[in-house]
Every structure is written in structure tokens, then in C-alpha cells.
């Protein structure tokens, strides 16, 4: 598929992938701050960050804590993670596709299909791997 020429209005590969990153490198700056606090003072400790450096009473062993499962947020989370996932691998897969041709991708998969066939002859299914 040709490159897209600049002004007919689609977005190259790398312009997708960043959309796509700018707001994961710039959500952690607003979800650590709370609703009242400003953004601009960054030299000063959190308040989560600053319990955490507080010294805590040594737990006593007992029965641990039962399990809170959320099936509904696994379900939203493994979602919505297998999305980002997708379409990181389709970004990606289409730039390295505009640099390799399909003969060097066949070449070197069947390089690793042998690879890993060999390996099979020496690394028994009871090693632990």
C-alpha cells in the first residue's frame, strides 16, 4: 500500500501510534493529583507516596484476606487491555511491513520454526521450562 501524501487527510503510522501514546505518558500526571491539587508543583511528596514512607506496624500473621473478584472489571480490563494490545500489534506490524518484505519475514520464521524444532530434540517436557 503507497504512503499517504501529505494534506489528503489521513495520518501516517507513527502520527497513529503517537495519538495513540500522548495520552498514556501524560495520564499518570493527572490521576496521581488529586482534585484540589495543582499540576505545576511536582517537586513537593504525595500523599499516597508519603503514607507509604511512613513507618506501618509489623502485621500479624493470620488467615489471609479473602479475594475480591470483580467479574465485571476483569471482564473490562482484559477488554479493553486485548484492544490497546491489538492495535499497538497492527500499528507496529504495518511499519515493519513498510520496511521488510514478505520473503525476508518468511525466511526468518522459518529459521525460528527450526530453531525452536531443534531445541525440541535436547530440552525434555519434565525440565521445568
Same mark, same amino acid.
Request: with cysteine; charged share 10%; glycine share 10%.
Given at each position: ?9 489521513? *495520518?501516517? /503510522?507513527? @502520527? $497513529? ?13 493527572? %490521576?496521581?493529583a488529586g482534585p484540589d491539587e495543582d499540576l505545576s ?6 500523599? *499516597?507516596? /508519603?503514607? @507509604? $514512607? ?6 500479624v500473621q493470620g488467615p489471609e484476606p479473602a479475594r %475480591? ?35 525476508? %519475514? ?24
Open positions: 500500500m503507497a504512503a499517504a501524501a501529505p494534506g489528503n487527510g489521513r *495520518a501516517s /503510522a507513527p @502520527q $497513529l501510534l503517537l495519538l495513540f501514546l500522548i495520552p498514556l505518558l501524560w495520564a499518570p500526571a493527572a %490521576v496521581r508543583h511536582r517537586n513537593k511528596v504525595s500523599p *499516597a507516596l /508519603a503514607q @507509604q $514512607l511512613q513507618p506501618q506496624p509489623v502485621a %475480591v473478584e470483580d467479574p465485571y472489571g476483569v471482564a473490562v480490563g482484559g477488554t479493553v487491555g486485548h484492544c490497546l494490545c491489538t492495535g499497538l500489534a497492527v500499528i507496529g506490524g504495518r511499519m515493519i511491513a513498510q520496511k521488510i518484505s514478505v520473503r525476508t %519475514v518468511t525466511i526468518i520464521g522459518g529459521i525460528v520454526f527450526l530453531a525452536f524444532a531443534f531445541s525440541a530434540l535436547f530440552i525434555s517436557p519434565d525440565s521445568g521450562f
